[in-house]
């Protein structure tokens, strides 16, 4: 922090009880509260005359802050940037997927060093590749009574209203799969704020055994789940990254039987790959293997064996106790495809099929950016630099629907330079729709019915495509 000698400027006073340190930098005096008795707060203390025997260093673990040198032991006990102990549901990688360092070239230049010819071939990989994919999805844009009120107040801004329309939708949609209920666990994956789970704690009213847990890799200020204090439904929030979190060691999912609903507004890139994962292979599988007995054994206790002999000639399977789903559903908004990681992306078998493989799909998920900025040259340079920060669900936004992350405006043209703006828009949805097809065909492989449907107006959010799923066997009427 750049920062003048500590003594006033002539621009008043420091707040009584605050540090008397003027911040050149920021025009003021420190607002820090000092100890009683001192002029300073410890960051500034290295200033005083009374304290300048002591130098101040940066704390190894955290170079944003300083420590006294010879209290640097103490520090590093209690300093809050320390690593902390992991929690039993931590499993280093447990939804990574497997490392497939073969399949990476040497060759993977960003695409603007790209030749036209080598662009073109690619270009008609994806096209080929995407024959038959019905590039027009079902509009699904709807709302729910919970948000009436929200929608309709006066006092919101555009954002505000943006993002209430798009929750109503998603809210609506949860509500038409019939995944609304009491006695299940809504698992939010890339948290943020909360105001989802908040919306749907909203619309089920006071029905009983509902649970919430909100997973948000990074510390999120303003959380709206700690407001709630409803009797029947319990709020947890688990600061952990998506691809370390292994839902059957938490204590509430190992020991009572409540169907998962995975919900997520915006989950970026390679986050909904570990989300789907995290549900389906690492949280459903095992608990089906861990629950599954023979259905005979299931009913002995409750019917004798006439009754047995009885139901298994008549195929009433109204009367046998329903086998136990881990996962009732899944219902995630998607975002950020250029941030997709092939050792992390679900469909890598379907590419395969399609005679892709980790060369394509890291073009493809490059150029998926052309569907959201289709003349911005610069956010191609940024979805390669992106996907160094890889699983980074949410920003303070809670949105990226413009596919500019840590773009700048330095640079507005063509790229390349045979394509027209639209051409470029047809072609980055494309690459949307090839890698969301991935996901569909593992989450079928996996026993679930997928849809993808819009959700949304584009006008509201370019990022309007909404992913679903339910169990194969309880289908047939709510995917219509």
């Known amino acids: 922090m750049a920062a003048s000698a ?36 410890g960051e500034h203390a290295g200033a005083a005359e009374e304290e300048n025997a002591r130098k101040r260093i940066l704390c190894p673990l955290d170079p944003k802050h300083t420590v006294y040198e010879d ?42 060093s790209l030749s036209e010819e080598q662009l073109e071939n690619l270009i008609k990989k994806l096209r080929k590749a995407s024959e038959g994919l019905n590039s027009t999805l079902k509009d699904q844009i709807m709302s729910h009574p919970a948000l009436h009120d929200a929608l309709h107040d006066p006092k919101n801004g555009d954002s505000a209203t943006k993002h209430l329309k798009q929750q109503a939708s998603i809210l609506g949609n949860i509500e038409k799969l019939k995944l609304l209920g009491p006695r299940r ?102 608990c089906e293997e861990r629950n599954e007995e023979p259905l005979a054994k299931r009913i002995k206790n409750d019917k004798t064996e006439k009754e047995i002999n009885t139901l ?59 569907a959201t900025c ?17 699983d980074k669900p949410n920003d303070d936004s809670e949105e990226h629907d413009d596919g500019r992350h840590g773009a700048t405006d330095d640079g507005a043209e063509s790229l390349p330079g045979f394509l027209t703006v639209e051409e470029k828009k047809k072609i980055g949805h494309l690459c949307k729709l090839l890698i969301d097809q991935g996901r569909i065909k ?20 370019l990022e309007n495509v909404l992913l679903t799923a339910l169990p194969s066997r309880s289908t047939p009427e709510t995917t219509a």
């Open 185 to 286: 666990c809504f698992v939010e994956f890339g948290a943020g704020k909360g105001k989802l789970s908040h919306w749907v704690d909203i619309a089920l009213k006071d029905a009983e055994e509902v649970h919430f847990i909100l997973v948000e890799k990074v510390t999120t200020r303003f959380k709206v789940d700690g407001k709630h204090r409803k009797k029947n439904s319990v709020f947890e929030r688990l600061q952990i990254d998506i691809q370390h979190l292994c839902l059957n060691k938490i204590p509430l999912l190992s020991k009572e039987k409540l169907p998962v609903v995975g919900i997520g507004k915006h989950l970026c890139g390679v986050a909904t790959d570990l989300a789907l994962r995290c549900l389906v292979e690492t949280y459903a599988a095992s």
């Open 442 to 461: 593992y989450l079928q492989q996996k026993g679930f019915s997928p849809a993808l449907q819009y959700y949304t107006d584009p006008l509201v959010s």
């Open 71 to 112: 209290q640097l032991a103490k520090h590093l006990k209690k300093c809050n940037s320390r690593e902390k102990p992991k929690p039993d549901f931590f499993i280093q990688d447990i939804n990574a997927g497997l490392k497939d360092e073969t399949e990476i070239s040497e060759q993977l230049v960003p695409i603007s």
């Open 6 to 41: 500590p003594t006033p400027h002539g621009t008043g006073f420091p707040i009584e009880g605050r540090c008397g340190y003027y911040v050149e930098k920021k025009k003021r005096f420190c607002r820090m509260v000092v100890a009683a008795g001192k002029r300073f707060c």
């Open 374 to 390: 289709g003349m911005r040259k610069t956010a191609l340079e940024a979805s390669d630099i992106s996907t160094k920060r890889k």
């Open 312 to 370: 298994a000639k008549e195929g009433n399977e109204k009367n046998v106790p329903e086998k136990w789903t881990p996962v009732a559903g899944i219902v995630i908004a998607l975002c950020c495809h250029h941030r997709c990681d092939w050792r992390h992306y679900v469909g890598k078998e379907y590419f395969r099929a399609l005679g892709l493989g980790a060369v394509e799909f890291h073009y493809f998920q490059r150029m998926s950016s052309w």
